[in-house]
């Protein structure tokens, strides 16, 4: 086995690169990622709802080499949840009690507010596409997706970085997502 040290996080994830608008392994596949907006389906009626079904329904059998995704995409509250309920069992001060009871409602509150904060993705995996077919291959998805009612946009480098921080480290509030591991802790001409 090929001793891991000095490897970079990149080639420990088998990322060869990220281009303008793809993830390339070192096993030669190539991923694209598509952002859908997603939809508030608690406001649609059955038959709204019913069509968005059968719109994804579409594009899932019109492209084979389609892989569905869904990321938080902001903080996840539930270790911080379990920690809160193990401490008010254990506390013996009913005003300590009461607070982190409060506490726990208050994150219950957020989460919920933020329960429709997930990011939805579909992922092409083009195979051995020609890059003149390539392009002409990612518009036809995108025109798919509009024409079944989906308000989506290809994935750019920033973007992917962002998707790589969230489901790697759950990594949601950074603003900036790094090139290179430490990045931002070099200082130049100093």
Not at 28 to 52: C, D
Not at 138 to 144: A, F, G, I, T
Not at 153 to 158: D, L, P, S, V
């Amino acid at each position: 086995m090929k001793n891991k040290k000095g490897e970079s996080t990149r080639e420990l994830m088998g990322i060869k690169e990220i281009t303008d608008y793809s993830l390339r392994t070192y096993t030669g596949e190539e991923l694209v990622y598509f952002l859908i907006k997603p939809s508030n389906i608690s406001v649609l009626s059955h038959e709204s709802l019913s069509a968005r079904i059968y719109g994804l329904m579409t594009v899932l059998k019109g492209i084979g080499e389609i892989e569905m995704m869904c990321l938080n995409s902001r903080e996840n509250f539930e270790d911080n949840k379990q920690y809160l309920k193990k401490r008010t069992e254990e506390e013996e001060n009913q005003v300590i009690r009461n607070l982190l009871e409060a506490d726990a409602a208050h994150l219950d509150r957020m989460q919920v507010q933020m329960a429709t904060a997930r990011e939805f993705l579909l992922i092409l995996r083009p195979g051995s596409q020609k890059e003149n077919e390539l392009f002409a291959y990612l518009n036809r998805m995108e025109k798919m997706l509009k024409e079944q009612g989906f308000t989506s946009r290809r994935a750019g480098e920033e973007d992917i970085r962002r998707i790589l921080a969230v489901y790697y480290e759950q990594n949601v509030t950074t603003e900036k997502f790094e090139e290179f591991d430490g990045e931002r802790w070099v200082v130049l001409n100093e």
